[in-house]
């Protein structure tokens, strides 16, 4: 599966609690990369363990295995499927506050590098692949607690750079190559404070995050649309604008890998005309507001609980929503998630990336795999 599309799994650390996944059971044979989320960017400006025995079964002070915790399971995925490439990804919404000041100078950027290797190279050998560096946002935007600075965007680049040019060196001391991807942002404001055209050279790919579009908004949106619906109050916050940005950049269609959410979003206080689609959205979702993974969506049966599902035949995504109770969900199912898959084949972009690979119950990627192969 390493010739054509890439189909790249972001893996959830805490899912192995949370939602029961059993890594070394993952359909490996479906997927190109895993990508594990997420690694910590400490006080120091080093990369570390987020939760040293969830991630390599370090607990009670322990030194842990070669086979513990979810690094082992990860080790017993790559057995089942020799193909397969793991990543693991460095900060996220909630880990990307010591960014910036790990990006600041040749120095820190130097030892930001360096501790990646040790860490994860050499600290699990044959195991980690790369890097993914989801820095949410330089220069702006992400956690409140984020430390950001003008600067960023050139730091970025340069810690990039760096990272580039030690997992080369890394590389070329074991004779292999290492991978170098980054999270990127979907709105055009975000994407500002990237140098597309000096950062695509030094990544693979981008993991471009298009979803969360409207996240936290007064009206009821959709999660990920492909395309601006009629009287979209925002028209350019969709995936096809996302990717136009991107290709005006400068980045390849090749290296966008075009990401797809496995979950849904609710809004509640929702009524009135229109399914409820760009109506005020005048309440918290409650009950709703968790538990929207694909698979408790589709396993809930909510059309038999008074709920409806719409389609927006421009937008090409589905919602539900139910009128007596004020709820409004937008998600994908295997039909937008079938549109979007045509969608990476029919412009040549790089793949599917998924966040995240615990919300499915095997039905999306399923999909996904038969529309990149045309099926």
């Not at 949370?18 to 070394?24: L, Q, W, Y």
């Not at 409650?286 to 969506?297: F, H, K, P, S």
């Not at 409806?308 to 421009?314: I, N, S």
């Not at 998600?331 to 979007?340: F, G, P, Q, T, V």
Request: charged share 20%; proline share 5%.
């Amino acid at each position: 599966m390493t010739e054509g599309p890439r189909v790249v799994a972001y893996l959830a650390s805490w899912g192995v609690r949370s939602k029961g996944t059993r890594i070394a059971q993952l359909p490996g044979d479906r997927l190109t990369h895993v990508i594990y989320a997420f690694a910590n960017v400490g006080a120091d400006g080093t990369m570390a363990l987020e939760d040293p025995c969830l991630d390599a079964g370090r607990c009670g002070g322990g030194t842990g295995s070669a086979t513990g915790g979810n690094f082992g399971q990860l080790r017993a995925l790559k057995e089942r499927h020799p193909h397969l490439k793991v990543l693991v990804a460095i900060g996220g919404w909630t880990r990307s506050v010591n960014f910036s000041d790990a990006a600041l100078t040749s120095e820190s950027r130097q030892r930001f590098a360096q501790s990646g290797i040790e860490l994860f190279l050499r600290g699990w050998p044959g195991l980690f692949d790369g890097f993914d560096i989801d820095w949410e946002y330089p220069v702006f935007g992400g956690a409140r607690e984020n430390v950001t600075r003008p600067e960023d965007r050139e730091n970025f680049t340069l810690l990039l750079a760096e990272l580039r040019r030690q997992l080369d060196a890394e590389g070329a001391r074991q004779g292999r190559r290492y991978v170098l991807t980054a999270a990127t942002a979907a709105g055009a404001r975000l994407i500002s404070s990237l140098d597309l055209e000096r950062i695509t050279p030094l990544l693979d790919w981008f993991n471009v995050m298009t979803y969360d579009y409207h996240a936290g908004a007064a009206i009821a949106h959709f999660n990920a649309p492909l395309h601006a619906a009629t009287n979209d109050p925002t028209p350019y916050y969709n995936i096809d604008s996302t990717v136009a940005v991107y290709r005006r950049g400068g980045v390849p269609p090749e290296k966008i890998v075009l990401g797809v959410p496995f979950y849904g979003r609710a809004y509640g206080g929702v009524r009135g005309a229109n399914g409820g689609l760009f109506q005020p959205a005048t309440a918290p979702p409650r009950e709703w507001a968790t538990g929207l993974d694909y698979r408790q969506i589709a396993a809930r049966n909510l059309t038999g609980q008074g709920f409806t599902r719409l389609w927006h035949p421009e937008a090409m995504v589905p919602w539900l929503h139910n009128d007596s109770l004020g709820v409004f969900i937008s998600y994908d199912d295997a039909e937008s998630i079938a549109h979007k898959a045509e969608y990476v084949r029919r412009h040549g972009l790089g793949g599917v990336m998924i966040w995240e690979i615990g919300g499915d119950d095997g039905t999306l990627l399923g999909v996904i795999g038969d529309r990149l192969r045309n099926k």
